[in-house]
Every structure is written in structure tokens, then in C-alpha cells.
């Protein structure tokens, strides 16, 4: 029997590609697509490559009075507007948010899925994280949990393509002319998703993250998202990635390498690949951690939550290789 | 019950996209992997983001006479090679050639699967379309069919992204440094694709092609193809979309759209999109289509073609939506 | 003596690239710079790299009744503003127009400075051709003029990077994330370049070219315009060589190659590449060239004209070697 | 008078820029090119926009026997061959070497230029920076100088485009389809610009480098180096931005920013951006630095010591703003 989901936020490249996602879904049936820009457009006006029996879907203003019957909604809006549009969305219809805003507020689970998967399952309101803390954190969990590094030393250097500033933005620094062949740091000692990374490293390392350093670059890609993580600790190389292994062992969407990951790896896919570089001499620990920044960093992980609350195998509709070149 | 597929040429980019659409088929089983440039890895050190089921796979260098049993192989060898190195595969093994060698060749039918799906049906051998005639044809078929334009009056200017230059060169112009940032044509009056073009389109249109004009270009991108296509007839654009839409009503890879095609709508699928604008006072019509060179145009006609000659439904591991963006 | 220049539309594209070729000028010391979207930023805040005896420069709103002592001014605005913009600009300052509403307007001469130099030198309102034509016309001139093509048989496939769309375009379209890996026609049938183009091949070759036909493409790069020209006529490759070689002897700025051209080969200079490729036989002929479109399609080009005007050797600032990769 | 210039490695991306940047100096004649890739052609068949003047010198093998008179020669071979390449060069003949064969070498001086200019003046033979070392010293200098951070705690996180892998690398890694929407760490823990980076922190900071940490990423893009660069030390924002402007005062090729600086900034000059953020209470210092690999990081500090050594203006040939966008 299929589940009945709606996207909000279709207009957007993480509402687009959770559209991709539930459209390949062996248990979902896309009911109802809201959009701000889109409004009024059939799907396959916004989408032309959209599978045939979704093309006439009609793309509708959001209305949270106005709902279909839905068992599941993904919501992809701006951060700062999904706590007010979706506070009247019936508590019958599950929710999995992509946007920031219910990050660790009570209700609502925080979905890193990978790694604590049994604090999703059963549970109605499911705060995704956002694209950032999800390479981190994946390759950081297994470190801090075997106490391999310390939570206060960490310093991380990350870099993102460009879907990753989003669609809404005409900001012609934005743009194709301005963004190819550069590349800049951005939002220093001062980016949104900081206190979610600092609150679930304590909460994975029994320690304090005050000084956590994170500094967000911009890549001129379209997709993937590269975390360089640089922390202090006594663990060889070896016991890095014997950590991870062990850590992950079982899960479907983390992969322990020994070569430094690459993000065209992941593309469009829900996949994570971590790696790990050591010197003890120098208490050096280097966690590298790629994803795509709308797979596993947005609509990838989005599903994979709703599976998880929806009681279906977690893989479902998310077993695709990833696409490459 | 799983058809047990084999791939030969997997170090390449046709043969990867084949790998990644096998993995995902529902009929297909992927048990043997040939390649040059691997051979002796297992399949999840040439891609990373393989499936787990299928990491392990050991990649083989090709000898046609230490064959697993198979049912269907696919190749994706260069040009020039294939014929030899297909020869003594047995002929109980169905055949997808993805590359040139059997492209209107005695014994083998030519897979413009959305035009004559009939031909290829109960077919054992089957030469895919290179990636320029997939795109082109697949616009010309209905104005052909419908004897809307001169056969012997095509100009096709073409375009296509560096993935279409194969991975093997180890050539600085494919270089990144060099092929960012430029757009040349090549093979100026004298391209491979030719004979294969001006013979198919023969076929479809009752007259000579003689006169055939084809002129590729290199763009910086990785995948996609467009063709631009110039005609003499006096149909208007509405005839032209009408005699298209005719044609591929019920197939399921053709899309007919009013707007001018682009290539990423096609990112990643087996889609083929096709517009037209006419100027009848001018004798005019323009034929346009875009497809993914490695989909459409390579893998995903192949596994198109495969499920044909297979008995499966024709669009069986193909309904995934395009990657975008 | 130098000569004392302005800038209007300096936040475009366009202006940027006029104020890199006047800063780098042995004669020109720019002294005024207007533009919309920057008034009152300082030059180096806008351009950070800008030399630093213009860094303090204030960019001012544009006000033709407040302007400084000029000697010449070059105009960078969008297409329908130009026009009201400088109609109250004193007689005494010479203007070069980038943009396009003063082509083929009486009292300005169009400012084709490969072809009709003399046409310009002491004048004192010069229109810039636009990209398309600068590109197009070049590859044409030596064949209209020789007559061997035939001017009503034209077709002309072009393809633009990004920045050809402009900068002010606040429009996702022209996003990174949407341009990259993204190739599309436009503007079919029917775009602004056309009747200046047509104007100018009935001027060089004696014909109508009513039956001109134009299909402009937007190409994930930045810069350059390549144009692939499809004419009927009875030269051979090398005749058609010859006469561009002959039409271009002693000039500058126009390089005629054997090899079909690359739009690297002009990144960041005043140089347009012209190739041909006929086959007698099917009486085709293949004219192909390339400029930078912010070069010789725009700034390049302006000042170019402006040496002619203010009788400045025609090279002065425009010696540059193009940049590679 | 002009000085006499030959170019080794002129086939390479380096010795391509130093042909434009020679090409454009007042003082420069090119009058001998050596490159192994393009031996026997002539300039304007390897760089098609050459100048004029340029065109017809035909590209020699080089021998060092067999050299015209010369004043000064740039090298650029790749690292490993140009000890030997250039131990038979006449000593009359001054040498910058682009390469690394020769950094901390005796008899050759460091050209840290904009840090050591006195210390390049009057000497004959120049060991050019690599293009990390250029970025990440040139933001390091004025803080080891002014005891602001700790030198035994740096971390430099450096991302490079790609024409930094240098042109020979025939390897399908960095071809444009493997390397395009591709982000990756490598030679964690083991550049072979280490040993040269930890030295001069020695020599700036009074401290052992040895705990030094460097892991460069290889970026989508053509040209342009960033370095994000995170160090203890208890100066805030304005105290290192202070030190950085008091450092450079005077110098023409170091920008102090107080915005982060973005690499296309930098594209196409010798211009080095710094920029510098902190946090005394977590004792954390940000420095960040940008430049063009090709630029400051390779033939544009090529020239600029060139003109040190030859008694030129510093900035001779090397005025010219970026190229933007």
C-alpha cells in the first residue's frame, strides 16, 4: 500500500530532488507539490523530465488549511519560514523538515540518521540536519564516541558547491559568471550551522565544543559538500578508520575509505564517504567527510528519515550508484 | 528470475553508466565486469559509490573464451575494437554494442529503440546508435516520416559535452586546465557518425542524404548533447510539434516541448527532449534535441534495447527522473 | 597628453572589462566611472585588484548635466537605455557605445573596426557592434566581399558563455547551480541581433539577406563566443583562407587560422580567430569565429574605436596576449 | 635597451604565462623559447594569440650549449629536472627558476618577493616560491614578524585549481570530465612543499615549524590558490589586519582586505589578497590569502623578481588588473 506524500518547498533544489527521490520511491506516491515560484505550473512545466504519471500534477500555493489527505510531508522552505508554515500541518501527517528551523527544538527528532537511528523510528517530527553538520558529524561520530579525539579541539574547514546557497537567492554573485573559477571562504567564526554542530558533538563526545572553528567555503560545483577536519588526538590512522568500520558496520549509507574522499562520489546519491589521516606525534587527527549536498546533505537523508519513520526498510528508494562522471 | 549481465569495457564512461544502470535494474543481475585499465580490481575501487552487493565483483581482463555463464553482455569498447573482440562470444550471450563497430552491419540491428522498437524486439545482436545520431534522429524521425522536410538539405550543427570524447585519451586538450572555459568544433566535414547518420536518415525520409552537413562541437561540460538542426520545408512549428507528438504518442523516452530544449533536463536518464520553430516564408524548420550522451545516447539505450530483446517492459531500470540540477 | 575618460555602466560586465582595458591604456586616465548598482562604493571596493592610483575613485549615479572634464566617455548600458542616457552628453565628448541602441542610428557610425576603420577614424559617436555580429561579421566579410557566398543563404549558429546574458539578470537562469552542465538554444527566430547583422551583410555583400538565419546558444562558461556559419557557395577551403588572409592583411586584430577555432585562444583580448571549412562539391561553406565577447564583442572592440577616434595608434592597450589556460 | 629573454618549459602552463607576461614587458625581448612538447613549432602555432612580433620563433629543444645570447632565463620544468636542466647555463646568463629543484638550494635566494625583496636585488640566481608557499606566506609574514600567532601551531587547509597538476600529467584524473563538480584532499601529511613552507616560518617566526600541517585540495577551476590558514594566538581582527597593512606598506602587489578574499580576484595578475580573522578568547587566528596559481604563484613572481634582479621597476609588466569575471 503506497504512502501519500506531499513536498512543500518544490520550487527549491532540496524540494526538487526529495521530488526526484519520492518519484523513484517503491512505496510513495507524490500527491501534492507546493511552491512559491512555481505555483500554478504542472509539474512537467517545472520538471520536464519528470516520470509521465506525475506530469499533470498541478504545483499549489501553500495553504496548510488546504491539504490532501497525506500520510507523509517533505518541507524544503527557507530557514526562518518553516516554523511558522508548518505549525498547522495536522498532527496525522508525519513531517520530515529540511529546513533549519527545527533543529533541536522539542518535538521533533533530530535526524541524523546513521548514527542514531533508533531515536528516528516511531517518531512523527523529524528535524533534518543541515548539509554541513552531516558530512561533519558523520565522520567526527565514531572519533568522538570511541574517545579518540578531543570535542574542544576541532577545526573544521568545509567547502560547498553552489545549489548549496540555494535557488531563491538572485544574487549575481550567484551567478554562473561571477561563481565559475572562484572560490571563497564565507560566514567566518559565524555560520548558522554552528550551534547544531557544537550541541551534537557534546552530545557524541561527553565533552565541551565551545571552541569548535568551522569555516564554510564556496566551490564552483554545483553539488557536493568536502568537510576537512582537523582535531587533536593520539589515534594512528589505523584506529581512525578501524573506528569507523566498527562504528558503522551494518549501515548502508556510510563508507569508510583509506583514500581521501572525492564529492563526485556521492553525487545524487545518499551516500557518505569518510576517511581519516593520522600523526600521532604531532596528536594530529585530520576526519575528511563527503556527501552531496542534496543526497545525504538534504532529500537523500529526508527519505531515508521517512522510511525510518514510516517502518519501511531504510534503504528504500535510495539504493541508486551514484552518477558518475 | 534475474537475467545474469555481463559488462566488457567497464573502465570507461559508457561502461560505467551501463554498471550503474544495471545495478539498479529489477531483471538484472550484474555478474561479470571486464576492462582494460581495472582489471584485477574489484568493482568498489574503480566506484566508490557502488552497491554493497556488488563491491566485491572482481573486474576481469576480457577473454571472450573464459566467460561466466551470461545472459546478456553489454560492450563499450572503443571504435575499431569491438568486432574483434565480440567475435567468439558465444551466441547463446544477447549483445548490446554500445560502441561503432556493428552499426549497420549484417547480423546486427540498428537500436534506435524509440523509432523501430519493432526491429530490435527477438533480436540477439544488437549495434546501439552513437550518441550524435541518437539526439539527431530522434528530432528528424517524425518530419522525415511525414516527408515535412528535404532529406537532402540537413544541416546538423551538434554539441556535446567531454564525456562524449571517451575517458581512455590521455590527451591534454581533455585535460581540465585546457577544455574549461573553451567550445571548439572538430572533425570538421569528415566525423565518424556520419555514414551511420546519412544512412538512418535514408531510411526514414525516401530520399538521398547526400548532402548531409555535420559539425560537433567540444562544450566544457561533462555530459550532454545538443543538436541544432537546420532544414528546408514548409511546415509550421505547430506541424512540426504535432508530427512529433503523433509519432511518439505512448513511447515513453520522447518528450515533445514548445520551449527550446536543454541539456541538463536530461542529466542522468534516458530521456530525449525535441522542439522545432519553423518559418514556412523562409522554407525553414529547426529540429532541436538534447539528450545525455552517456543515457540516451550510450547506457541507457542500451539497457532500452536490452530489455527489448529481453521480453521485458521496455522501460524496466530506466523510470528514474533526471539529476537536477 | 593623456586623455581624460569615463565610464558609465561600470557595475556590468561590459564596464568592467572597459575599465580594465583604460587602466591598463599608455594614453587614457580614467577620471569618471557611474554605474547603478555601485555609486558612492569606491573603485577598489567594486573591483578589489583594480591599480592602485584608481583605487580611491568614488563611482558616481550617473548625471550627464554633472559630469567632469571628458574626453571621451565609453557607455555600458543595457539595451533600451542608452539611448535617453546620453542624449544630453556634451558634442565635445566622443562616445563609444557598447550597448545597442545607437546601431545603425544616424550621426553614429557602427563601429566594425576590423572591417571599416575608415569609417570611423574622426567621428565622434561610435556604436560597438554587439558580440554576435562582431564574431559573425568577421568570418563573413572577406567572403561577402569576394563574393563567394551568397548573402541570402546564411545561417548562422552561435554559441555564447554566460556573461553574454549580463550581469544585472538577478535571474536563477543565469545561477551556477542552473547554467553549469547546462547547453540551450534561444531566442529563435527572432533575436535583437538580427536586423543589425542582416543591415550589415547586405552592406558587405551587395545581396539580401532576408532570408538570414540566427540561433544563439548559451554555453557554461563564462567567456566567448564561438559562431559556426553555414553558407552556400563554390570556394574551395583554401580560397576562402586566402581571402580572409587578403581581407585582414596588415590588421591587427583578426588572426585567420587553418584550424578551426577555440574560444580560449581569445579569453581576455581584442583578437577574433576566423577559420573556414567548404566543400565545392555540395556548395557548402563553413565560416567559424571566435572572439571574447567582453573583448572584441564588447570593451575590446570600444576601445579599439576610441584609439581611431582620438587618433591613438589602433593597438594602443589592446597588446595583450590573450590569458591560457 | 631591452634585455634578452629565453623561456625553458615553454610547453607547460607556467612557461605559457611567463611567454604572455614576457610578451606584454617593456623591457623584455623574447628571443629563445625551449619547450619538449612543442619543439620545432613556432610560437603561433602552440599560442595562437601570441603577438604579432612573436609569431614566427620557432620552439627549440633545449640545450644549454646551444643558447643565443641571453640575459636572463625563466624555467619552468617540472620539479626534479631542472637541477640538471640548468647546471649548465652560463653564469652570465641570470636564472629564475620556476620550478623546485633549486628552493634553499646554495647559491640560489629565496624569491619571496614581496617579504625579501632586499635580499633578491643583485643576486643572479632566483628559486621562485611554489604557488602554496606564495599564498600562505605572504599571509603569514606580517604575523610570525609581529609575534602574533605561534608557529608551531599552523594548519593550512590550501585548495588549488587545477592547473596547478601542471599540463604534462596525461592522466585521466585531471581530465575535464573527472575533474569537473570533483573536490578532493591529497598528499595529506606529505606535500612536497612542506619542507620549504616550514622553513621560511622558521626563518620569519623564530620557532620550530615542525608541527606544521598542510593538506592542499585539488578545486574545480582552472587557476587560483586559496589558503585558509588557522593558528594559535591572541590578536583580534584588527591587530593582524593592522600588521598585514603595516607589513606591506608601500609594497605594490600584497591587498590587505577586510573581506575574505575570493580567488578570481586574482586571475591573470601577480596580485596577492590577505585577509585575517580571530578570536582572542578561543586564541584562534584566520588568516586567509588568494592567488592566481599561474600569477604570484608562478610566472608573475617569475617576473616580478626578474625585474629585482634586473634593476627594473618592480612592477614592470605586471601592472595589468585581473581579468574579470
Known amino acids: 500500500m503506497s504512502i501519500r506524500v506531499g513536498i512543500v518547498g518544490i520550487s527549491g533544489f532540496g524540494g526538487g530532488e526529495a521530488m526526484r527521490l519520492v518519484a523513484g520511491h517503491p512505496s510513495f506516491e507524490l500527491v501534492y507539490a507546493a511552491g512559491e515560484g512555481s505555483a500554478g505550473s504542472r509539474l512537467a512545466e517545472r520538471f520536464p523530465g519528470v516520470p509521465a504519471r506525475l506530469a499533470g500534477l498541478v504545483i499549489e ?50 535526524g541524523l540518521a546513521d548514527v542514531w537511528p533508533a531515536e528516528i523510528e516511531g517518531r512523527t517530527r523529524i528535524a533534518n540536519p543541515g548539509c554541513f553538520p552531516a558530512a561533519t558529524l558523520t565522520a ?17 574547514d568545509a567547502k560547498t558547491g553552489i545549489s548549496g546557497a540555494g535557488r531563491g537567492g538572485a544574487d549575481s554573485r550567484f551567478g554562473y559568471a561571477e561563481s565559475n573559477e572562484n572560490l571563497l571562504p564565507y560566514g567566518l567564526l559565524r555560520h548558522t550551522h554552528m550551534p547544531e554542530m557544537a550541541r551534537t558533538i557534546e552530545r557524541l563526545g561527553g565533552g565541551s565544543a565551545a571552541g569548535l572553528v568551522f569555516t564554510p567555503h564556496l566551490v564552483p560545483m554545483t553539488r557536493g559538500v568536502l568537510a576537512t577536519i582537523y582535531c587533536r588526538g593520539r589515534a594512528t590512522t589505523g584506529e581512525c578508520l578501524e573506528a569507523a568500520r566498527r562504528f558503522y558496520a551494518g549501515r548502508a549509507f556510510v563508507r569508510v575509505t583509506e583514500a581521501p574522499p572525492q564529492t563526485k562520489w556521492a553525487t545524487g546519491s545518499n551516500l557518505a564517504f569518510v576517511s581519516y589521516a593520522a600523526d600521532p606525534e604531532r596528536e594530529l587527527v585530520i576526519a575528511m567527510s563527503v556527501v552531496d549536498n542534496l543526497g545525504k546533505g538534504a532529500a537523500g537523508q529526508a527519505v531515508q528519515n521517512a522510511n525510518l519513520i514510516c517502518g519501511l526498510p531504510e534503504t528504500a528508494g535510495l539504493e541508486g550508484a551514484p552518477v558518475w562522471p
Open 140 to 156: 567526527l561520530a565514531p572519533l568522538l564516541s570511541d574517545r579518540l579525539i578531543e570535542p574542544g579541539s576541532i577545526i573544521i
Open 61 to 110: 500555493k501553500w495553504d496548510p488549511a488546504a491539504l490532501p489527505k497525506l500520510d507523509l510531508l517533505f518541507a524544503s522552505l527557507p530557514t526562518g519560514t518553516s516554523a511558522e508554515a508548518l505549525a498547522r500541518v495536522p498532527k496525522t501527517v508525519k513531517i520530515v523538515d529540511i529546513g533549519g528551523d527545527h533543529r533541536y527544538v522539542d518535538g521533533w527528532a533530530y
